[in-house]
């Protein structure tokens, strides 16, 4: 009886995973395609999939875009290739004319190739700027002054502000921005309540509410002991084994102190209370400096005990943050690999196609916006993989064309297929070892 949940789950995960990856994978192929246009390159077959052809039609240019079987990648062929992933066709090549030469992927010039080669990695960087900056554009900016914007749901017995309160102190000490509450937070005794002076209607008012950062789950991490467990974001934590806890430090300390032994945490969700015992999970986190710290987790993280108030950004605010979430992607992604092979933090955190599959599922279940969130990171972490210098993979044409730009020629035939052979196998060897974590890791 218990097949029918495991098989909705298992579908729910598959069809999350395969529109993440066609996203993705269509962004990236539509790189390649028009800027190899746009420099005089003419696409032959824009493919989304492999495999046996679902659907097809020809446009105006003659090229043939079409939606295949497998749903697990997608490439575009061009004049002159001989497969999907760019080979030359010999034989076709030397059969065209001077100008339809000039239109193949072998025959254009050095500068048309490389770019059209880069297109694919830089449109998928061009969509996880856009993502995470619409996002901040649509939530907006919280302001430094500490002033409530609006109640969160919180169990009846925890006092909150009202909205529009400008907190003036804590306990005694001035508040000026968010952060001296927080501040003045740690160097307390975590209490069911703290003392306020705020400014409401004009008038200052002594009231007692809520520590800032109370045991409220903001979000839940895909492939977390708190995702199994069922917690769902706004649900606050009650207890840890029977201990009342008032601030998500606390939370932390006891997961920290627990190291690796289950917890049982007694949870507050949507006006009512039960009981839930989960593992904390051994993980690798990146760290402001480039490093890792391991820690012990259960994959939540908090959330204020009310809503902030928030200003609108500008578009060039909003790119700047896209960026700067890009580029903190890539950097964690080239981190964590160097720390990986170094032997720094566990090889289990290379993830495979199932585990990128679960991920998927996970973020879908939370909602849109961490689907979409997810979405914009993975592809981050698509175009990084595409711009390593492997053959077969972008980056790999990329070393090819700048040997091309210092030699004056490209490597023979003969030595494109041995480069390409080596690098196919070291792909499919590292997708097996990807796959590998995914069944053995823990």
């Not at 467990?229 to 207890?239: H, K, N, P, Q, T």
């Not at 430090?249 to 006891?254: G, H, P, S, Y």
């Not at 402001?288 to 391991?294: I, K, Q, S, V, Y």
């Not at 896209?322 to 160097?338: C, D, P, R």
């Amino acid at each position: 009886m218990e097949f029918i949940p495991q098989f909705g789950s298992l579908a729910f995960t598959l069809v999350a995973f395969v529109a993440a990856l066609s996203i993705i994978v269509a962004i990236h192929e539509y790189g390649h395609y028009i800027v190899g246009r746009w420099s005089g390159i003419h696409a032959e077959v824009f493919s989304l999939g492999f495999g046996p052809v679902l659907f097809s039609r020809t446009d105006r240019r003659g090229t043939r875009w079409q939606v295949a079987a497998l749903p697990f990648g997608g490439y575009v062929k061009f004049l002159g290739d001989a497969d999907a992933a760019s080979g030359k066709d010999g034989a076709a090549i030397d059969a065209l004319d001077a100008g339809e030469r000039r239109r193949s992927m072998h025959g254009a010039p050095l500068w048309a190739r490389s770019l059209t080669v880069a297109a694919g990695p830089v449109f998928n960087f061009i969509l996880s700027i856009l993502v995470f900056a619409l996002f901040l554009a649509f939530t907006g900016r919280a302001v430094d002054e500490p002033r409530v914007g609006g109640q969160v749901a919180l169990p009846a017995d925890i006092a909150q502000f009202e909205p529009g309160d400008l907190i003036v102190s804590m306990e005694g000490q001035p508040v000026s921005a968010f952060g001296d509450l927080f501040e003045i937070a740690a160097d307390l005794t975590p209490q069911p309540t703290a003392a306020y002076t705020v400014e409401r209607d004009g008038i200052l008012r002594e009231i007692e509410a809520a520590f800032p950062l109370i045991p409220l789950v903001q979000s839940v991490a895909p492939q977390s002991a708190a995702l199994a467990a069922g917690l769902r974001e706004g649900d606050v934590i009650r207890a840890v084994d029977g201990v009342p806890v008032y601030a998500f430090r606390q939370l932390r300390e006891a997961v920290d102190a627990a190291q690796g032994t289950p917890l049982t945490l007694t949870i507050w969700s949507r006006g009512e209370t039960r009981d839930v015992t989960l593992t904390p999970r051994r993980t690798d986190l990146p760290t402001e400096d480039g490093r890792f710290e391991t820690r012990w987790l259960i994959g939540v993280t908090g959330g204020l005990s009310f809503e902030p108030v928030r200003e609108s950004v500008g578009p060039l605010a909003a790119l700047g943050y896209g960026a700067e979430q890009t580029v903190f992607v890539v950097q964690s992604s080239l981190s964590g690999l160097w720390h990986m092979i170094t032997g720094a933090i566990s090889s289990c955190n290379l993830q495979g196609p199932i585990g990128i599959a679960e991920t998927s599922g996970a973020a879908a279940s939370q909602g849109i916006d961490n689907f979409i969130w997810f979405v914009a990171v993975l592809s981050t972490a698509v175009g990084l993989l595409n711009l390593f210098p492997i053959p077969v993979l972008d980056g790999g044409h990329l070393v090819f064309h700048a040997y091309e730009a210092v030699s004056g020629k490209p490597p023979s035939d003969k030595v494109m297929r041995v480069f390409m052979t080596i690098g196919l196998t070291l792909l499919l060897s590292l997708m097996l070892f990807a796959l590998t974590n995914d069944i053995f890791c823990p």
